[in-house]
């Protein structure tokens, strides 16, 4: 039993998880101590020793160049008055960590999720959430990152050998490139853990793959950019194949050539290659070309060798402006610019004639020019 003698309040001031339980009050009449209220409701009260951390979740995580990006940002014991915080993650390559700044509008926003326009490229963000007064804030979200396979980028990312799938033990390169003089590459494996390459030789990342090498990997330099993001995948079967195929988008229009490997045997016949999960072409050269890439060629691609599979990778296809609306051209608007012009000169010369001829006839002419010139 708390006593709080004639007090419509009760404070805590400095809570700890012993505080925690249902609490509930009733009032006493001032003039008789015998006489009480009913007991009110009860509310439960959760006092954490640990200090919480909200949870943020990013949609979606590959996007497309100039895609909307949706933040959540979701509290442990979820309740009213939370106000939340949303920040980018900067590199910070001195301290081997990040730092974070507000976004637009990003501070104390009422609503748990916060969307991102035109996002063009790999970026990583964090939130916290706030409530109280004086305001207690929680501490930062472990950071999520969205990833582009852009290559225009102001930095990039080079793997050699270029492919998606590599089996254990290989020699793989990861290379930063741009006009920045400190890197670092970074790693997001399949587990959730966020790393970075302690291989790092200038700006080149090497590895001597294994199956904890499977994840998204990208480059930050010292000026704070991210590079495009990559794939890669390690083969964890020694005597399986794996799909040769590009770790960067194929741009539209573009030929490519698929092919199976193995191990010991770099040239394969007669291999089954998959696009979605449906067989598409049974080739005894083991090689699949693609000589004019189309949208309808994005998807999931695999081989499968004297009945063993190879993991299955993406291939992004990138559209060109050419496949766009051709109204829509830089060139098409300039000619129409050029044509809307002269059209203007040539009534400017008629409208001066008609100061000296007849005003009617000149009229007529400006009318029937103006037509004809339309069509």
């Known amino acids: 039993m708390i006593k709080a003698p004639n007090q419509n309040e009760y404070r805590i001031r400095s809570a700890s998880s012993s505080n925690s339980g249902n609490y509930r009050c009733k009032g006493r009449m001032k003039r008789s101590q015998h006489e009480t209220t009913e007991w009110s409701d009860s509310v439960t009260l959760t ?12 949609s979606p995580s590959w996007l497309s160049p100039g895609a909307s990006v949706t933040l959540n940002c979701e509290v442990e014991h979820p309740s009213a008055g939370w106000s939340f915080y949303w ?4 590199p910070d390559l001195s301290e081997k960590s990040s730092s974070y700044e507000l976004l637009p509008d990003g501070s104390g926003t009422a609503q748990d999720s916060y969307i991102i326009h035109g ?9 916290r959430a706030g409530r109280g007064d004086p305001e207690y804030h929680t501490d930062h979200s472990q950071p999520k990152f969205v990833w582009s396979a852009d290559v225009h980028s102001a930095a990039s990312l080079t793997v050699s050998p270029d492919r998606v799938q590599h089996f254990t033990s290989d020699s793989v ?3 930063c490139e741009g006009n920045f003089t400190e890197w670092r590459v970074r790693k997001f494996s399949e587990d959730g853990r966020l790393s970075v390459c302690r291989r790092m030789t200038g700006s080149t990342c090497d590895i001597n793959t294994s199956k904890s090498d499977t994840a998204v990997y990208w480059c930050e330099s010292g000026s704070g950019e991210f590079s495009s993001a990559v794939n890669i995948t390690v083969q964890n079967d020694g005597n399986g194949p794996i799909l040769v195929s590009p770790v960067h988008p194929v741009t539209e229009g573009a030929s490519v050539s698929l092919s199976c490997s193995l191990r010991t045997q770099k040239i394969l016949s007669n291999v089954f290659f998959y696009h979605n999960d449906k067989l598409i072409q049974n080739d005894p050269r083991g090689e699949l070309k693609i000589s ?8 999931f691609y695999k081989c499968q060798y004297s009945g063993r599979e190879s993991a299955q990778s993406w291939m992004s296809v990138k559209v060109t402006v050419s496949g ?3 109204s829509s051209s830089p060139v098409w608007l300039i000619v129409r610019l050029v044509c809307g012009v002269s059209l203007i000169i040539i009534l400017l010369l008629l409208l001066y004639r008609c100061t000296t001829t007849n005003s009617d006839r000149c009229g007529y002419e400006i009318i029937r020019r103006s037509e004809n010139s339309e069509n």
């Not at 920040?87 to 900067?90: L, Q, S, T």
């Not at 996002?119 to 939130?127: L, S």
């Open 47 to 58: 006092v954490s020793d640990n200090e919480p951390r909200p949870v943020l979740t990013v």
């Open 87 to 90: 920040y980018k993650a900067v």
């Open 119 to 127: 996002q063009t490229h790999t970026a990583g963000y964090v939130c």
């Open 173 to 175: 390169s990861l290379t």
């Open 292 to 299: 004019a890439v189309s949208e309808s060629d994005e998807g």
């Open 324 to 326: 766009a609306d051709s």
